[in-house]
């Protein structure tokens, strides 16, 4: 009916229907197709409602159902809207040909010179009458002495400018002088062209219907007076522009009509694009039904699949062609996936359990473990591998696909050695530094055998710092054993011997008694140094245990600053710990001792960088009790400082970077917070005012025992 419909109604339009083309025709068809969109849109709209309710349902196809729908209104859509656009702009061109733009904007045209005409009259005509003005101004003496002179003179300036009427006048329209000019077609001013000029300002006037033109301008030399003055034209300047008006006029009156055949016409061509339009999304929606039914079954099966039910399947029907031969081979997959699924599980439960182990595995060994690619990249790495990067504020998800080498850079030449030995595993010592920390590791570089061509590789870092210190000092300490049972014996005979030969042969000895006296103290003096040695072999080869009290560290503190700031007035010291009393168990006598050799130590380093000495030497102490069990004391100096390369070394026996000392003293501090279950550190401390260079910073921390910090009320 549609269809029938719009075929109808083009022939009508178009004159094959002996049917004329009236009013009353032309409406009743415009009903007729009006009324059959209305019906298609409510067939269509229905079918879209259905349409947007399954797409909300979620149903299975319900998107591919709306594609198909939008396809096919798409394909109607484009062709029916371009004929439409086609046909438009035939008909604009057939009634508004191109030489009919030309028409009216010749007429357009016509009327602007008319218009301009005009006023190039009248600023001719002002241009005149202000000169006239200007003469008469400058003859005014002429006027006040010889009146028929001065009119003869008004005169011939007037006919020489080509005026038809010139005379000085007043608002009340009576005549100050006449030039004797006269013209019937001119129009005496108004009140308020006199208002207007009295602004200054000549003014032209064109009466309507009138071929004369007059100007008025205010004379500046004859108080209340104006000159008026008046020019003809050509009567076609004047009825030429009502003409082209009149043209112009006819002309959008044949536009008007124009317009309204373009429009019932545009009209037309739309209710048949949408005719098609609709038409076409019935049949789409009509196909669609058809062919997403299957699809739909197909999607819903799926889905199930992908929910891990293998067990559905679709049915299979001959008449749905090659959409039914898919029904079956989606069976046959789901009936393969089934089998391939119970291989999986049980490779899987495998997988996991030796999974499971290894990270067990890997959780228990102390040292970091990396695994790395063929690029050096970090690929898995265990909880030892994120405490160790935790030095670098490398967080755990940044760590993986790090490169090892920004992790650890001393690991290059190891690394380069590694790919170059074809699958042997390389192994050695290095030194890192951290934080001003240094450390020893122990570093294996292990390739996968599993790898063909560029191989990943297993990459284990092991601490042994406390392992190497521990064994040097074990070391030390049964040579200070050895040295000071060995030597110790035979000093006291020694000692009294050079004794009794000064107390002897003192006095009878004539001849160079003062070398004699000088060799005796000598022999006496040597024996006590050697002695002292001893002494300090046997405290580091049998330190005394730990006798753990409860006692106030920042006492404890506090004492040992007040010894030092006798002993060296010119440093400042300042202790930077809480007021308030921290209890916990240690051994007093042996935390001063530590605390005071690690504060001379600082006034030594304060005296060696400041040369001379000039009161600049600061040292703080520090106590803290950190959220994991320890007291931590930082005593911190602005001296020397320590040296970049093999600090740690400085924590064995015998080792000094200063020539007075005997490098017992840090050996002695690491002993005494060992037994106490912490450790040393060896830092940067306070910036030196000298060459810059950061001071010393010695960190020492024990373990509190639990339940042994408690906080004693301030009184």
Request: proline share 5%; aromatic share 8%; with cysteine.
């Amino acid at each position: 009916i549609a269809l029938v419909s719009a075929v109808s109604t083009f022939i009508v339009f178009a004159g094959y229907s002996p049917i004329p083309p009236t009013d009353q025709v032309v409406i009743g068809l415009f009903i007729i197709n009006i009324v059959i969109v209305l019906g298609l849109v409510a067939l269509v709209g229905w079918e879209v409602r259905k349409l947007v309710q399954a797409r909300r349902r979620g149903a299975a196809a319900a998107r591919l159902h709306i594609r198909i729908v939008s396809s096919f209104s798409l394909i109607a859509a484009v062709p029916a809207l371009a004929m439409a656009v086609v046909a438009t702009i035939t008909l604009d061109r057939g009634l508004n040909p191109v030489f009919m733009q030309d028409v009216r904007g010749f007429i357009q045209k016509t009327t602007e010179v008319a218009d301009l005409y005009r006023r190039e009259q009248c600023q001719s005509l002002i241009r005149d009458m202000e000169l006239t003005a200007s003469d008469l101004d400058r003859a005014h003496p002429l006027f006040d002495e010889n009146r028929t002179l001065f009119q003869d003179f008004f005169t011939t300036r007037s006919r020489f400018l080509g005026f038809s009427l010139a005379k000085i006048v007043k608002p009340d329209a009576s005549e100050v002088l006449d030039s004797g000019l006269k013209d019937d077609n001119a129009k005496f001013p108004e009140q308020r062209d006199f208002n207007d000029a009295e602004e200054d300002a000549p003014i032209c006037v064109a009466p309507q219907g009138r071929q004369t033109f007059f100007a008025l301008v205010k004379l500046t030399s004859y108080p209340g007076s104006y000159l008026y003055v008046a020019r003809q034209v050509d009567p076609y300047a004047v009825d030429f522009p009502k003409e082209a008006e009149g043209i112009n006029q006819i002309y959008n009156d044949f536009d008007a009509h124009r317009k309204n055949i373009q429009i019932a016409f545009a009209s037309m061509f739309i209710l048949l694009a949408l005719i098609m339009l609709l038409s076409s999304v019935w049949l789409g929606l009509s196909f669609a039904n058809r062919l997403v039914n299957p699809i739909r079954r197909l999607i819903s099966a799926t889905d199930e699949v992908a929910g891990g039910n293998l067990d559905v399947t679709v049915p299979v029907r001959a008449s749905e062609g090659d959409i039914g031969h898919l029904a079956q081979t989606f069976n046959n997959m789901t009936s393969e996936l089934r089998s391939q699924q119970s291989r999986l599980i049980d490779a899987n439960a495998l997988a996991d359990q030796r999974r499971v182990f290894t990270e067990a595995v890997l959780s228990g060994v102390p040292a970091a473990v990396f695994g790395i690619d063929n690029s050096n990249n970090i690929t898995v790495c265990n909880e030892a591998a994120y405490r160790f990067a935790s030095a670098l504020d490398m967080e755990k998800a940044r760590l993986v696909g790090q490169p090892i080498l920004s992790v650890v850079p001393e690991l290059m030449s190891l690394i380069i050695e590694a790919r170059s030995a074809r699958g042997r595993m390389r192994q050695a010592q290095i030194t890192l530094l951290r934080k001003g920390r240094e450390g020893i590791f122990n570093v294996r570089i292990s390739p996968e055998s599993s790898h063909e061509g560029p191989q990943s590789m297993v990459v284990t870092l092991d601490e042994i710092t406390d392992l190497v210190t521990a064994q040097r000092t074990s070391a030390w300490a049964d040579v200070a054993r050895r040295i000071a049972h060995e030597i110790k014996n035979p000093l006291t005979p020694i000692q009294l011997s050079a004794e009794r030969l000064k107390r002897k042969y003192g006095r009878s000895i004539t001849v160079d008694k003062d070398i004699f006296d000088q060799c005796t103290d000598t022999i006496v003096r040597q024996v006590e140094d050697i002695k002292r040695m001893v002494d300090e072999f046997s405290s580091f080869a049998r330190m005394p245990k730990a006798k753990p009290e409860q006692e106030d560290i920042g006492e404890t503190i506090r004492q040992t600053l007040f010894l030092m700031r006798i002993g060296h007035s010119d440093i400042k010291f300042e202790d930077l710990s809480p007021m308030e009393p921290l209890v916990v168990a240690f051994d007093r006598r042996l935390i001063s001792q530590a605390l005071t050799n690690i504060v001379k130590n600082a006034t030594e380093g304060i005296m060696a960088a400041y040369v001379p000495y000039a009161g600049q030497g600061i040292i703080t102490v520090q106590v803290t009790h950190s959220a994991d069990g320890f007291i931590q004391i930082d005593v911190s100096d602005n001296g020397i400082g320590f040296p970049a390369e093999n600090r740690q070394r400085l924590l064995e026996p015998y080792m000094t970077t200063r020539p007075e000392g005997t490098g017992l003293g840090l050996p002695i501090v690491a002993k005494i917070f060992e037994e106490h279950g912490g450790g040393i550190e060896l830092l940067d401390g306070l910036p030196n005012a000298v060459t810059g260079r950061p001071g010393a910073r010695v960190r020492l921390f024990f373990q509190v025992v639990e339940k042994s910090l408690e906080r004693a009320a301030v009184h």
